[in-house]
């Protein structure tokens, strides 16, 4: 049952970027029918109305004035199409300020590579990977243990640009965009100097690129063992999330406060799974390695950014997160 030797998983051939390609490679819907029943119920997704919406996706693109090279297949913009639920402005909405955002950042979201030896080292010390099995909902579980993240060695850029690497070699699941994902992140080790190495400007960027960029449905975040120094951020936190979001955020005092809500099996094995925390995290190294051209070629997408693109017209939530940043700086004082 181990999803990363599933056949879904073959790595694509060299990605086209041609913005408007002389043909396009057809789509057929071939997962199981479980995913089928979610994707009706959850996003809307009919046949005819997927080949419709991706019809006017590659047609929008095609047309766009600013798009210089970006990819056109189906599980690239079914990424959006999903996320949005097949609204065709909201996608396209989200494909701009996507592109948009690896452009404006590229030390956060370019050289995605595997090969890279402190991406490769920060992966190896268990600080972020994706667990081999997904749940029994079909989602993809994202396990993180902060602690792990050696703070003297590596710097916020280079711990962006990991999330950066696991989101985006996940994103062409398309299991995942219907079901969605799981995060579990593990605070018990997490340190002062982890949040010491985040700049006030970082925070405030990083909260305006991950608002509606992201063609991910993120289902559940589960937080363990939050140590006290940490709790009253969180609190925070929560408090300015939208209903919707913090229905989905859960922090747990324990891990078996965290088992009531997610099946041990699928965790590893420290704990209370049936595979090695560091057989998880060869597996996924493996899938990564495989499809390593395929996420290095990304950064030739293009696209023209002006003052008038999506990205720049929506600052609210990065108000909100100087106003997080700031609160937790006098938490700090009191």
């Known amino acids: 049952s181990n999803d990363f030797s599933s056949p879904s998983f073959s790595v694509a051939a060299a ?20 995913y089928k029943l979610v994707a009706q119920d959850e996003l809307r997704e009919e046949d005819d109305i997927r080949e419709n919406a991706l019809k006017q996706f590659r047609e929008w693109i095609a047309k766009h004035p600013l798009i210089k090279s970006c990819r056109t297949d189906a599980p690239f913009l079914l990424r959006f199409l999903r996320t949005k639920k097949f609204s065709i402005p909201a996608a396209t909405e989200m494909l701009e300020k996507y592109l948009s955002i690896r452009q404006i950042y590229p030390n956060w979201f370019h050289k995605l590579d595997i090969n890279d030896p402190d991406l490769e080292a920060i992966i190896d010390s268990g600080y972020l990977f994706a667990l081999p099995e997904r749940d029994e909902r079909g989602r993809k579980i994202v396990f993180s243990s902060a602690g792990k993240f050696d703070t003297s060695r590596f710097t916020a850029a280079q711990l962006i640009r990991v999330h950066s690497l696991v989101v985006e070699s996940l994103l062409d699941e398309e299991e995942s965009q219907i079901a969605g994902y799981v995060h579990i992140i593990d605070d018990s080790d997490l340190s002062m100097a982890f949040l010491g190495i985040w700049s006030f400007a970082d925070i405030k960027s990083l909260a305006h690129c991950v608002q509606n960029s992201l063609p991910m449905r993120q289902k559940e975040n589960h937080f363990v063992n939050l140590p006290p120094f940490a709790n009253k951020l969180s609190e925070f936190i929560l408090s300015v999330l939208s209903d919707k979001l913090k229905d989905r955020v859960f922090v747990h005092k324990t891990m078996d406060d965290l088992k009531t809500k997610v099946n041990p099996k699928y965790l590893p094995k420290e704990y209370g799974g049936s595979v090695s925390m560091a057989d998880c ?44 940043i700031g609160s937790f700086r006098k938490l700090e004082v009191d």
């Open 15 to 34: 990605l086209n970027l041609s913005k408007a390609p002389e043909t396009y490679d057809s789509y057929s819907f071939n997962l199981a029918d479980k």
């Open 281 to 324: 995290i060869a597996q996924f190294k493996a899938f990564v390695k495989a499809k390593r051209d395929q996420l290095v070629a990304l950064d030739d997408m293009q696209i023209e950014i002006t003052k008038s693109s999506a990205f720049w017209q929506d600052t609210t939530d990065a108000d909100i997160a100087a106003g997080v």
